[in-house]
């Protein structure tokens, strides 16, 4: 279903138009349910002076909903070069509100864009780079960040491992990054059916916003351990993270060394990043 949102073509037609076909090399599922669209972009309301920056926007249909819902100055990042000529129709609609970047995302600095003021990073993220975007996005050396919040979309797996909590089987790496610097929560589901090619799962919309002092680590350091202990979590911790100290490291942290990965909260891994 595609409402008219703006008075452009449905989302179809542009994709006839401009020879659009989903490419799996770009990590491409276009999302054309402007009903939906809509409901993701709300979630980043109040836009208030904040540069909204998208990524893999494809023919626009994001695009449209966060124009319609009042972004008055929105940065499209968009990799596939087939797509610029559609997005270019949105930006001649909505004259001085949107600006396109022909780039790969991951190559990207967000600062640069906060020149402004304040950014908000609204994405259906390409399924292939996804995970690794957010990480980006996580670990600048500085806190806070540049943005002031995320709504992402990611694969539903994807989205219950960066909520997860200590214990549960989806706690990993990402689940302890994210939960060390943001405050997460998944928003709502939305069916394969919605995309065009439908994916294999469900996807989720996800909300991260920066937590305002939290525990003051090395970022290199707790990626080292976190990449350390769930690179093998099956095993003891002593052998896992034996690399960066092992048992004399979990001792000093007044860890047990029996204890596997996904039992430590965030504060345990802290502890173990700052003796690193």
């Not at 401009?18 to 309301?45: M, W, Y």
Request: proline share 8%; aromatic share 6%.
């Amino acid at each position: 279903m595609s409402l008219a949102i703006d008075g452009l073509p449905p989302l179809r037609e542009v994709i006839a138009a401009h020879g659009l076909d989903p490419k799996k090399s770009f990590g491409q599922n276009f999302l054309l349910d402007l009903n939906l669209t809509g409901r993701i972009a709300r979630q980043a309301l109040p836009f208030g002076d904040a540069t909204i920056v998208e990524v893999g926007p494809g023919p626009g249909g994001l695009t449209r909903a966060l124009l319609a819902n009042g972004a008055q100055r929105l940065v499209a990042i968009e990799k596939d070069r087939r797509c610029i000529a559609a997005l270019g129709e949105i930006a001649g609609h909505y004259p001085g509100r949107l600006e396109i970047i022909e780039a790969d995302a991951l190559t990207v600095d967000i600062a640069r864009l906060a020149n402004r003021g304040p950014v908000k990073i609204v994405a259906n993220l390409p399924y292939n780079v996804g995970t690794q975007l957010l990480l980006n996005w996580l670990t600048p050396r500085g806190w806070p960040p540049a943005w002031s919040d995320l709504t992402l979309m990611f694969q539903r797996e994807v989205a219950e491992r960066i909520v997860a909590a200590p214990g549960s089987d989806a706690y990993g790496r990402l689940g302890v990054l994210a939960g060390w610097r943001t405050r997460a929560a998944i928003l709502f589901d939305v069916s394969r059916e919605a995309f065009t090619p439908p994916p294999k799962v469900t996807s989720s919309v996800v909300r991260l916003e920066p937590l305002p002092a939290p525990i003051d680590v090395p970022v290199a350091a707790l990626e080292r351990v976190t990449a350390a202990a769930f690179g093998q979590r099956r095993k003891m911790l002593r052998q896992s993270i034996k690399g960066l100290g092992g048992e004399a490291l979990l001792v000093q942290a007044g860890i047990d060394p029996q204890r596997r990965a996904e039992t430590l909260d965030i504060a345990e891994f802290c502890r173990l990043a700052a003796l690193l």
